[in-house]
Structure formats: structure tokens, C-alpha cells
């Protein structure tokens, strides 16, 4: 059984700073594109980052320069830094692991709660 664990997610004040953590079972973490998607109530959840098997990165625009990705393959975990935050940033933040091809998956967490508020 799969499962992709979030962790992290609080309230912070603009400006402030909060690590989102990912733990995940049942999958090879370092084969899998691993990601931090975003929503808002009322919106599609979007893609925050992604990082492949490989290192490479995809940062979506409003989040380059003060958010950063990073993997721990040995502890099936990937991270999110997340630097002077904006209100704009607050959502529900999922962890995705997915791999394409014929033995493909799409795997999401349950989510964490950030809040961005004076």
C-alpha cells in the first residue's frame, strides 16, 4: 500500500518561512518524479515544484527564488523550503509521486494546511 505523508503545513506571519516534509511507503522514491501541487478553495489544484528522478526541477513562477525542493532517496522523503511568504501562498499543499509508462503511477498525499496571515 502506497502512502505519502505531509507534514509541516502551520500559520505563519508574510515574510515568514516554513519546511514542508513528504514521507512515503510502498513506492521506489528514487525513481519517481516526486511534487509539491497547491489549492485553494475554488481553484484546480496547480503544480508549486517538481523534481524528477534525476534532479531536475520545474518551479512554477510565483514561487522561483523563495522556494526550494529537495529529495532524500535513501529516506523516501522530499521537501519543500518555503521563503518569504506571501497570503497568496496560502492553500492546501499535496505531495505527488508519479512515473510514467506502462508501470506508471500517480500517487497523492492528504495534504497539509499553510496559512499566510497577519
Known amino acids: 500500500q502506497v502512502q505519502l505523508v505531509e507534514s509541516g503545513g502551520a500559520f505563519v506571519q508574510p515574510g515568514g518561512s516554513l519546511r514542508l516534509s513528504c514521507e512515503g511507503s510502498?513506492?521506489?522514491?528514487?525513481?519517481?518524479?516526486m511534487g509539491w501541487y497547491r489549492r485553494v478553495p475554488g481553484k484546480e489544484r496547480e503544480l508549486v515544484v517538481s523534481?524528477?528522478?534525476?534532479?531536475?526541477?520545474n518551479y512554477a513562477d510565483s514561487v522561483k527564488g523563495r522556494f526550494t525542493i529537495s529529495r532524500d532517496n535513501t529516506k523516501n522523503a522530499v521537501y519543500l523550503q518555503m521563503n518569504s511568504l506571501k497570503p497568496e501562498d496560502t492553500a492546501v499543499y499535496f505531495c505527488?509521486?508519479?512515473?510514467?509508462?506502462?508501470?506508471?503511477?500517480?500517487?497523492w498525499g492528504q495534504g497539509t494546511q499553510v496559512t499566510v496571515s497577519s
Open positions: 523534481i524528477t528522478s534525476g534532479g531536475s526541477t
Open positions: 505527488n509521486a508519479k512515473r510514467l509508462g506502462i508501470t506508471g503511477y500517480n500517487y
Open positions: 510502498g513506492i521506489i522514491f528514487s525513481i519517481s518524479t
